[in-house]
């Protein structure tokens, strides 16, 4: 059917008594209500929309104030389900401005003629699981209640206003507004002397528009944050082509993108850029006036990198010291305290420059706290302003207060909602609550919501419950309902991705840092738009994957489990590398696979600079050995770890792990000598373990000449790499040297056997498969000597070995017997350290700048290093810059 021609079809609501019964009721009449309400009627459901407002809009409804625009370009910010209306509405401007946004929703309701299924003035006063009826019974302010099968809460993210949490509000005797109530007649302000207080969005988008009409203007500023010019005018050329261009490829990467606007995924990192460079992309963003533009195109590690962050954040600090002509203001109104991107930045129309008007003050409310509002204006601890009207820009309880602070939701066994959250939101998938059956939320906490383009994300949160609901009609099914399961499932993975940005490093209201007493977590889904998508996509493909679906006539229903248990990064890698097809490594022979892993390795980032990097050699056990010696940048000397690279005693060299010997270079401020031992089948074993041992040997004894700390050297490796570093602690203790200090094993080869678990249950789809370690065996070493310590060092003796640190990672098939050999290693009295880093594989340690999740196992590796070594408090054992201090605590724990 036409999308235009829904607008026929009948609403068929009927009633019982005093109330009125439908299939689907939704609380709002913005974005998300309105399309739903949509394709509910599309889908022959009938349903009423209840809405506090007066008219349609939601958000939209109520934050007019002056200055109120979008900040995601219009084109974008826009309805993509039907063509008809795409090319029936034209947007004026890049950013529209609010009365327009609230005009075209108001067209979306006519030309779909949503208004007749929409009770305005109603205000939902309670909801209420009936068990018997498994239906939702509402009791609402104004007219009949309403009883309905399913309940939608399409109440928008940013909707319940936050109290000013400032003494004496009601003693101000002058005008008082909130940014998000603004009364709908106009409000004069000309002449007077306006507060404003908050310098959020909503803040930072008035004060340019109030400052020009107040006769003096006091903004109070607690938090400082980033703002980059928009730059209105007509939507940019460029974008609309490629939007005219192909408007269904447009939409649909749009879809599949991380923010939901289509840009490509940016991969060159700030280190592979000149500081030339660097400026040269940053004035093109500032110019551009485009936040998903700056926060996504630059440099790859900006939004995950505080280092990466940080040289964005000096860019725009630098802007703000050159617009605004005085230091002190200009110093005030530059952030510090967050990274760029963690707290919401804003677009602006003149903000900093307003503060060099000579009927504009700011107040550092940080260095001068407010202490009250009294009957004339705003007292604080150091002086007091007299003034006529008071602007609340303070925010919302943001994502869980526009649910909870709504009314009260009483699901199965008359649980609250509120109390089932007072320790933080659950959900599965942002959509569904477990104990609330056929109760969903559009862009609820646990959803990309705000960290994305809400339109689209709207749009496929509506698709993704109407198709639920006509695939349970079509089977029969009444009830619907998260599991503790999938929902528990969802929680470890929102907190898996929020190691994935920097959101989690600052107090906001994604975290609830700014609603005194909430619950402190991070709110939306920061794994993308496009992985979010896949995943609820992959729900419904593994049946309904973690609800449990009931209906009289039919069997009940219930795939439990949990949808995604691999780290977001890494579950990305592998659908990639899936998606690429390739024949297995095997396949390829030796020669053939080094080639593809050489050829593999040029497409991943390259690695941090370090102080120094040296090629060179060493004599081996049998001719020279290449090695790379990575140096600090701070002065040495340092202690020595030597370091062996992974690929299964056939693939690698000293260079082949190059991004991972410069990061731990980094992390621990030691020096790393990457060791080229010699390879299988040219050489097969015991080549690679004495050539190793050969080395570590020559490298303990020319540590001065290296620039290292004479005495102890550390070793470590990955992979085959670390069973020749727990191999060289063997021959080291058995053959009287060298000291080691230390050993990081991370997923090493510990053994020939092939019947420990994961050798089944990670056996394939993990990149090192079994039958690629069956190869590497069989080319490194023949069955009779694969018993032998230097070999499988879990055979050998443990006692005495330098203290370990043992990295396993859950969907490696070398899991277990990395686990045997720290088991073994404690069992024979050696102090040991593990790490098993859980929805990890094979290479995810490796993968630096690829696998970000694996920073916090890189910060725990290097403050073991450094441990052993003897350090005290340095680098690795203080937090790496990265990673916050709770989660390194956590992590240990
Ligand atoms: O709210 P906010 P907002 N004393 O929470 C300060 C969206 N939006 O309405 O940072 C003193 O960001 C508070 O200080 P601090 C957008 O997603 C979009 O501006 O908590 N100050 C902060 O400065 C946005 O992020 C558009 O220390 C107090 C400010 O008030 C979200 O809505 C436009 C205080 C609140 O900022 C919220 O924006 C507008 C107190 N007691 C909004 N309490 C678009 O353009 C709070 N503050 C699409």
């Known amino acids: 059917?036409?999308?235009?021609?829904?607008?026929?079809?009948?609403?068929?609501?009927?009633?019982?008594?005093?109330?009125?019964?439908?299939?689907?009721?939704?609380?709002?009449?913005?974005?998300?209500?309105?399309?739903?309400?949509?394709?509910?009627?599309?889908?022959?459901?009938?349903?009423?929309?209840?809405?506090?407002?007066?008219?349609?809009?939601?958000?939209?409804?109520?934050?007019?104030?002056?200055?109120?625009?979008?900040?995601?370009?219009?084109?974008?910010?826009?309805?993509?389900?039907?063509?008809?209306?795409?090319?029936?509405?034209?947007?004026?401007?890049?950013?529209?401005?609010?009365?327009?946004?609230?005009?075209?929703?108001?067209?979306?309701?006519?030309?779909?003629?949503?208004?007749?299924?929409?009770?305005?003035?109603?205000?939902?006063?309670?909801?209420?699981?009936?068990?018997?009826?498994?239906?939702?019974?509402?009791?609402?302010?104004?007219?009949?209640?309403?009883?309905?099968?399913?309940?939608?809460?399409?109440?928008?993210?940013?909707?319940?206003?936050?109290?000013?949490?400032?003494?004496?509000?009601?003693?101000?005797?002058?005008?008082?507004?909130?940014?998000?109530?603004?009364?709908?007649?106009?409000?004069?302000?000309?002449?007077?002397?306006?507060?404003?207080?908050?310098?959020?969005?909503?803040?930072?988008?008035?004060?340019?528009?109030?400052?020009?009409?107040?006769?003096?203007?006091?903004?109070?500023?607690?938090?400082?944050?980033?703002?980059?010019?928009?730059?209105?005018?007509?939507?940019?050329?460029?974008?609309?082509?490629?939007?005219?261009?192909?408007?269904?490829?447009?939409?649909?990467?749009?879809?599949?993108?991380?923010?939901?606007v289509p840009w490509p995924q940016q991969t060159v990192v700030s280190w592979q850029l000149s500081d030339a460079e660097r400026r040269e992309r940053f004035e093109t963003a500032w110019a551009a006036g485009d936040l998903v533009y700056i926060l996504t195109q630059l440099w790859a590690d900006q939004g995950v990198d505080v280092e990466g962050n940080a040289i964005l954040a000096d860019l725009i600090r630098e802007k703000i010291r050159s617009i605004v002509k005085d230091p002190e203001t200009a110093a005030a109104l530059s952030p510090h305290d967050h990274p760029f991107g963690a707290k919401r930045p804003c677009l602006d129309t003149n903000y900093y420059a307003t503060y060099n008007r000579a009927n504009v003050t700011l107040v550092n409310v940080r260095q001068e706290p407010i202490t009250s509002i009294t009957a004339t204006g705003i007292r604080t601890d150091k002086r007091t302003f007299d003034v006529d009207v008071i602007v609340f820009a303070t925010g919302f309880d943001a994502m869980t207060g526009a649910i909870t602070?709504?009314?009260?939701?009483?699901?199965?066994?008359?649980?609250?909602?509120?109390?089932?959250?007072?320790?933080?939101?659950?959900?599965?998938?942002?959509?569904?609550?477990?104990?609330?059956?056929?109760?969903?939320?559009?862009?609820?906490?646990?959803?990309?919501?705000?960290?994305?383009?809400?339109?689209?994300?709207?749009?496929?949160?509506?698709?993704?419950?109407?198709?639920?609901?006509?695939?349970?009609?079509?089977?029969?099914?009444?009830?619907?309902?998260?599991?503790?399961?999938?929902?528990?499932?969802?929680?470890?993975?929102?907190?898996?991705?929020?190691?994935?940005?920097?959101?989690?490093?600052?107090?906001?209201?994604?975290?609830?840092?700014?609603?005194?007493?909430?619950?402190?977590?991070?709110?939306?889904?920061?794994?993308?738009?496009?992985?979010?998508?896949?995943?609820?996509?992959?729900?419904?493909?593994?049946?309904?994957?973690?609800?449990?679906?009931?209906?009289?006539?039919?069997?009940?229903?219930?795939?439990?489990?949990?949808?995604?248990?691999?780290?977001?990064?890494?579950?990305?890698?592998?659908?990639?590398?899936?998606?690429?097809?390739?024949?297995?490594i095997e396949s390829f022979g030796a020669q053939g696979a080094r080639d593809f892993v050489a050829e593999f390795n040029k497409s991943r980032p390259a690695g941090r600079p370090v102080g120094e990097v040296v090629d060179g050699t060493l004599p081996g056990a049998d001719g020279p050995l290449a090695y790379r010696l990575y140096r600090p940048a701070t002065p040495g000397p340092h202690p020595i770890v030597v370091y062996f690279h992974g690929g299964g005693w056939v693939l690698g060299d000293e260079q082949s792990d190059d991004p991972l010997c410069r990061d731990m270079c980094r992390r621990t401020g030691m020096i790393f000598v990457s060791v080229g031992y010699r390879h299988a089948p040219e050489h097969r074993f015991p080549t690679a373990a004495e050539d190793s041992f050969a080395a570590t040997r020559w490298i303990a004894e020319h540590a001065g000449e290296l620039g290292g700390r004479p005495g102890p050297v550390l070793v470590a490796g990955w992979s085959a790499g670390g069973n020749i570093a727990a191999v060289t602690c063997q021959l080291a203790r058995e053959r009287g040297g060298p000291e080691i200090a230390g050993q990081l094993l991370v997923c090493p080869v510990t053994d020939c056997r092939f019947d420990r678990p994961s050798y089944n249950d990670n056996a394939a789809g993990y990149f090192l498969t079994r039958s690629l370690m069956y190869w590497f065996w069989d080319i490194y070493c023949s069955p009779a000597d694969r018993t032998d310590p230097r070999a499988s060092p879990l055979r050998g003796k443990l006692a005495g070995l330098p203290p370990a640190f043992v990295v396993t990672c859950e969907f490696d098939p070398l899991r277990d017997e990395g686990i045997a050999y720290a088991d073994a290693l404690a069992a024979a009295g050696v102090h040991v350290e593990r790490l098993q880093a859980s929805g990890h594989f094979h290479s995810s340690f490796a993968m630096v700048d690829v696998v970000i999740t694996g920073v916090s196992g890189r910060a725990r590796m290097a403050g073991a290093l450094r441990r052993f070594a003897g350090l005290s408090e340095g680098i690795g054992a203080q937090p790496a810059p990265d990673v916050a201090p709770q989660e390194i605590n956590a992590a240990a724990g």
């Open 1 to 260: 059917m036409p999308e235009a021609m829904v607008a026929t079809r009948a609403s068929e609501a009927t009633s019982s008594g005093n109330t009125l019964e439908v299939d689907v009721a939704v609380v709002g009449a913005g974005f998300a209500g309105l399309y739903l309400l949509h394709r509910l009627r599309k889908a022959g459901l009938t349903t009423v929309a209840l809405e506090e407002a007066g008219d349609v809009g939601g958000t939209w409804y109520w934050n007019r104030y002056p200055g109120a625009r979008c900040d995601i370009q219009t084109i974008d910010y826009s309805y993509t389900f039907d063509s008809d209306l795409e090319s029936t509405w034209k947007w004026s401007e890049k950013y529209a401005t609010q009365p327009e946004i609230l005009r075209y929703l108001g067209f979306v309701a006519d030309r779909y003629e949503l208004r007749r299924d929409i009770r305005f003035g109603t205000k939902v006063t309670a909801a209420t699981w009936d068990e018997v009826s498994e239906r939702w019974q509402l009791t609402t302010d104004n007219g009949a209640p309403v009883s309905c099968r399913h309940y939608i809460m399409a109440t928008g993210c940013l909707s319940a206003p936050k109290p000013p949490e400032i003494d004496g509000v009601k003693d101000f005797k002058g005008e008082v507004y909130f940014t998000g109530r603004w009364p709908h007649e106009e409000v004069k302000l000309a002449g007077k002397r306006v507060a404003v207080i908050g310098t959020g969005s909503s803040g930072i988008q008035s004060i340019p528009v109030i400052a020009e009409q107040a006769a003096q203007l006091t903004v109070f500023q607690r938090t400082p944050n980033f703002a980059l010019p928009a730059h209105n005018g007509r939507a940019p050329a460029d974008r609309v082509a490629l939007l005219e261009g192909d408007r269904a490829a447009y939409r649909e990467q749009a879809r599949w993108s991380l923010a939901g």
């Open 405 to 584: 602070a709504v009314h009260p939701i009483m699901g199965r066994g008359g649980k609250s909602l509120s109390d089932v959250w007072a320790g933080g939101p659950q959900t599965y998938l942002g959509l569904t609550v477990a104990g609330f059956p056929n109760l969903f939320m559009i862009t609820g906490p646990g959803s990309p919501s705000v960290l994305s383009n809400m339109v689209p994300s709207i749009e496929q949160h509506v698709d993704w419950v109407a198709d639920r609901l006509m695939a349970m009609r079509e089977k029969g099914f009444t009830t619907i309902e998260a599991t503790e399961k999938a929902q528990a499932g969802w929680a470890r993975h929102m907190a898996d991705c929020s190691m994935l940005t920097l959101h989690r490093l600052a107090n906001t209201w994604y975290t609830g840092a700014n609603v005194p007493g909430k619950a402190h977590s991070l709110m939306p889904y920061t794994g993308g738009v496009g992985p979010y998508r896949s995943i609820c996509d992959e729900v419904v493909g593994h049946g309904m994957l973690g609800f449990r679906l009931t209906g009289a006539n039919v069997a009940a229903q219930c795939n439990d489990g949990e949808i995604v248990r691999l780290q977001p990064d890494v579950r990305l890698v592998l659908g990639m590398l899936a998606q690429m097809n390739l024949p297995p």
